[in-house]
């Protein structure tokens, strides 16, 4: 629950700021990987690269199409591979949301000191590594009892 909330609170008024300008934060994720590319990318690696499900991409690139802020093309000898590039007005929609992202950027390392920034950036880069690991065996003892308290038994549970 620690990190969700951190999450939230970072992206609280960064959502917000996004709204201003008619983006969803999805949106906005797809706009930014396709705009440090120099050609459209496959459908799927956009998927990838954005943390986004194939269904939920596929039906959000279908309003930037209609918004004109990305095109969509499908492949002439396979109809199941579709290429998406950045248009002129996606670039412009970065170019002019993009320093607003940088002072929120600015902002977190303000409040958290340079060294305590990169620090949480190496930390998410190993959490990030844990990627599709094994889950952990179940502790030994009764999770379901009814007995247990609702305060927590660790510092590690009051933080979850």
Do not use: C
């Amino acid at each position: 629950m620690a990190l969700l909330r951190a999450r939230e609170s970072v992206m609280s008024g960064f959502r917000a700021s996004l709204g201003e300008h008619g983006v969803t934060e999805q949106q906005w994720r797809v706009l930014r990987a396709l705009d440090h590319v120099d050609a459209p990318m496959v459908v799927g690696e956009l998927a990838e690269s954005t943390l986004l499900l194939g269904p939920s991409l596929s039906r959000m690139l279908a309003s930037m199409v209609e918004r004109g802020l990305v095109t969509r093309t499908t492949d002439r000898d396979d109809a199941r591979r579709a290429e998406v590039a950045i248009t002129d007005a996606g670039r412009a929609l970065v170019a002019e949301i993009a320093p607003e992202s940088e002072s929120w950027y600015d902002h977190i390392e303000a409040r958290l000191g340079a060294d305590d920034l990169d620090e949480l950036y190496r930390i998410l880069g190993r959490l990030a590594d844990f990627g599709n690991a094994a889950k952990p065996p179940l502790a030994t003892g009764d999770r379901g009892s009814s007995a247990r308290t609702s305060q927590p038994t660790s510092r590690r549970e009051g933080t979850r």
